[in-house]
């Protein structure tokens, strides 16, 4: 859908969760083996996997400053229980926050969204404006106001709207 670049980090992986869905088309990934594959997701596991995704999209919504897509259940509530643990290296003392054995996708997400916390970059992961995208993007504006994932599609079919509504 976009033409951005990946988020940095570990929001890599919360920006490849929410866009395993494509709205306009209805395609999802997670109904694919490569596309659960690639996130580490057993069929077992899709339930929890697009409910995690959902909460994620209406947080990144709010990141955007719009209002959540559905009713979803909340992201704190979904991370609560997602084991994570701080790992030493011996040699060096460096440390990182690390997901635990169970829960995967769940512990690795949390483990992202902690590390965006204390590096400052959690908010600027968004979700699209438009209604027919919410696609996931990394806002990298010096303002950190962007609206849409791709302002030649999106944002340019938003400008005409209001455009052709101003004609009326």
């Known amino acids: 859908m976009s033409e951005r670049s990946p988020a940095p980090g570990g929001l890599a992986l919360v920006e490849a969760l929410v866009n395993t869905l494509d709205i306009e088309s209805g395609a999802d990934a997670l109904d694919t083996p490569d596309g659960r594959t690639r996130l580490g997701i057993t069929e077992a596991g899709l339930p929890p996997a697009r409910a995690l995704r959902e909460s994620l999209r209406a947080t990144l919504l709010a990141h955007a ?4 897509h559905r ?9 609560a ?3 994570l643990y701080v790992a030493v290296d ?5 440390a990182a926050l690390v997901p635990g054995d169970s829960a ?7 483990a992202a969204v902690a590390t965006a916390l204390v590096e400052g970059t959690w908010t600027r992961l968004k979700a699209c404006e438009a209604d ?4 996931a993007y990394y806002d990298r504006s010096p303002a950190g106001r962007g609206r849409w994932c791709s302002m ?3 944002g340019a079919r938003a400008k005409m709207r209001r455009y052709r509504a101003k004609d009326k």
Request: overall charge negative; proline content about 17%; hydrophobic content about 30%.
């Open 65 to 68: 400053g719009h209002p959540p």
């Open 71 to 79: 009713e979803v259940t909340p992201l704190g509530e979904l991370l």
């Open 81 to 83: 229980h997602a084991p």
């Open 90 to 94: 011996p040699a060096d003392g460096s």
């Open 104 to 110: 995967p996708l769940h512990s690795r997400i949390a």
């Open 132 to 135: 027919t995208c919410h696609w």
């Open 152 to 154: 030649q599609v999106c």
